[in-house]
């Protein structure tokens, strides 16, 4: 088989850094080329702040790995003008099926609401996505962006310092120095940064083994995920099935405690257990196998001085629920315009520190609900496991016990209440769009709403009229307002001012408000006042 | 909402409590075990109101 992870994307070539005498210093330095060192040196160089991106390797990683991206990382890479090219490549759905034994006794629609540009999910292997996002990156540097994309150069020692951080590198030319204003960490789980720094990383480890096998087939099976407890073809366990681009599927089998790794993951073992769950009849072909198991588990804090951690390096989840590759790209999504403010001298250091609290609070809702999915998947304890029965017992006969059913809680944006960024709400509309929420999609124009939003400040005014800022972009609405803009943004209110951040969360709203209004919500939003 | 009530609540006493025997005869402890999960789970869902399930947890764990 031949696949995008055999071919080298960014081979190591000489930089002229190495020559230097002088360690040279650049504003950010990036460590990790994977979804989210890759998307954060895509948004700081799109927005002109030049970015050095070293990883140790020169392509993306075997194996599909991370599959399922959700309507917000879409949304993001929306913003970051890949957007439509992933939707393009992946495997839309929006269709949950859970079953127990061979009995279906649950469905669920991720989206069961129109009017978003973007679906719930999509499927699509980590190496395209990476791929995806070099391609964007290469765009970028041929546009004049100054984003240095440096395969083939480890990291080896980190020293911080007050205002800086000085990096030592290895490459195949052999090592050399630069130095950083800002260091961004997206080296992944088992991240060389964090154990430099002898950072901890502590949480919760889970003793059962997971098989995790890519199989190209032909099979009329729709494009759903599809969730077993105690599978005929997996007795007592767990199972789960999910498309993906290129006629590949997904198979998650949970194995068990004491397994021999090693034999496991022989051909011979596994291709009975995927013709058990396949039948006989489906012919199939074994493209990549793993097994795993996981933690879940986060550092303390996210930024330490001058170093600030995103993605698996800073928090790590399980599987259940996908929120490990989503969760890293909101990261980015959230830090890259504090750091473009800070670089820029637009906002203090201190604003560095909400990205702290903000993806801090994010981790431990995923953590927290991927915790308890992989608790009702895999009871630890007797009790656990009889109440886990109890429940798929009565959820194949009553809908209120299906509401407990766990097969992983599908990521969703964290709603950042409690933000330091915030101004309380001062309008009586939509609980789902209140500040810290991520602002809602809705059809506008020809195209929708999120579209429209840039990578500053926007006010949005619906039938209100807002004050002409500096620096802030304006979007007004007056007149023929949709129902989807009605009911995600009024509610019962006649108007309504919006104030929304770079990341598209909501950082203020109100029925009108005037300019020091907005200025000093503005002003909170960016860590100036508190 | 209503707080947990503690005090005397039920029709016929000595009947729920020999309904509930009742409803174990001729199970194992594990069939036991998880007739009573379902019950739990049973009223909890009737309660809804997670405030007042917390305080009956509480109220059964401060016996031991």
């Not at chain 1, 993306?60 to 393009?88: H, M, N, Q, W, Y």
């Not at chain 1, 949970?254 to 073992?269: C, K, Q, S």
Request: net charge negative.
């Amino acid at each position: 088989m031949t696949r995008i992870a055999q071919t080298p994307l960014y081979p190591y070539a000489r930089s002229p850094d190495q020559d230097a005498t002088q360690p040279p210093r650049h504003p950010v330095v990036i460590i990790g080329a994977g979804p989210v060192g890759l998307a954060a040196a895509i948004d700081l160089g799109q927005q002109g702040v030049p970015v050095v991106l070293l990883d140790d390797n020169d392509r993306p990683s075997d194996g599909s790995r991370a599959i399922c991206f959700s309507k917000r990382t879409l949304e993001i890479a929306d913003r970051l003008g890949l957007g439509d090219r992933l939707v393009d490549m992946g495997v839309r759905w929006n269709i949950g099926k859970v079953f127990v034994g061979d009995r279906q006794i649950y469905t669920f629609d991720l989206l069961p609401e129109a009017g978003h540009s973007r679906p719930a999910f999509i499927n699509l292997q980590q190496y395209h996505l990476e791929h995806a996002l070099v391609d964007r990156l290469r765009a970028l540097q041929d546009a004049g962006a100054q984003v240095d994309l440096r395969g083939g150069n480890r990291l080896t020692r980190i020293d911080g310092h007050p205002d800086h951080t000085a990096l030592s590198i290895d490459t195949p030319d052999g090592p050399y120095r630069i130095e950083a204003d800002w260091l961004i960490a997206c080296d992944g789980a088992g991240s060389a940064c964090r154990d430099m720094l002898g950072l901890g990383f502590t949480g919760q480890t889970f003793e059962d083994n997971f098989l995790i096998a890519d199989v190209t087939m032909r099979t009329e099976i729709p494009t759903e995920r599809w969730f077993w407890f105690d599978p005929p073809f997996n007795p007592g366990q767990s199972a789960l099935l999910h498309k993906q681009p290129d006629g590949i599927w997904r198979i998650d089998l949970h194995l068990g405690r004491d397994i021999d790794r090693e034999a496991e993951m022989r051909p011979e073992n596994v291709m009975p257990r995927i013709t058990a769950m396949l039948g006989p009849d489906v012919a199939f072909s074994l493209e990549w196998v793993s097994i795993y198991r996981f933690q879940c588990r986060r550092m303390s804090r996210f930024r330490h001085g001058r170093v600030i951690f995103a993605g698996d390096a800073a928090h790590q989840v399980s599987p259940f629920g996908a929120r490990g590759a989503n969760s890293g790209l909101q990261d980015a999504d959230n830090l890259c315009w504090k750091l473009r403010m800070v670089l820029a001298g637009d906002a203090p250091e201190t604003l560095l520190d909400s990205y702290d609290t903000e993806r801090v609070q994010a981790a431990d809702e995923n953590i927290l609900h991927s915790t308890r999915a992989t608790e009702f998947i895999t009871p630890k304890s007797a009790i656990s496991r009889t109440f886990r029965d109890a429940v798929l017992d009565l959820g194949a006969r009553h809908a209120f016990a299906r509401q407990m059913v766990n097969s992983g809680r599908l990521s969703q944006p964290c709603i950042h209440d409690g933000s330091p960024l915030h101004t309380p709400d001062a309008l009586t509309g939509p609980a789902r769009s209140h500040p810290g929420a991520v602002c809602p999609d809705a059809p506008l124009g020809d195209g929708y709403l999120l579209d429209h939003l840039g990578h500053g400040f926007t006010l949005l005014a619906l039938g209100s009229d807002a004050p002409r800022l500096e620096g802030v972009d304006l979007l007004e609405m007056s007149d023929a307002l949709t129902p989807e803009l009605r009911a995600r943004f009024l509610g019962d209110a006649a108007h309504a001012l919006y104030l929304i951040r770079p990341d598209q969360h909501v950082a203020a709203r109100w029925p009108r408000a005037d300019a020091a209004t907005v200025r000093q919500a503005i002003s909170r939003a960016t860590g100036h006042t508190s | 909402m209503t707080d947990l009530t503690l005090a005397p609540n039920l029709d016929a006493p000595d009947d729920t409590y020999a309904d509930l025997l009742a409803a174990h005869d001729g199970l194992t402890e594990a069939q036991s075990a998880a007739l009573n999960a379902r019950l739990i789970l049973i009223l909890a869902n009737h309660i809804g109101d997670r405030r007042v399930i917390l305080q009956a947890i509480k109220a059964a764990k401060s016996v031991a």
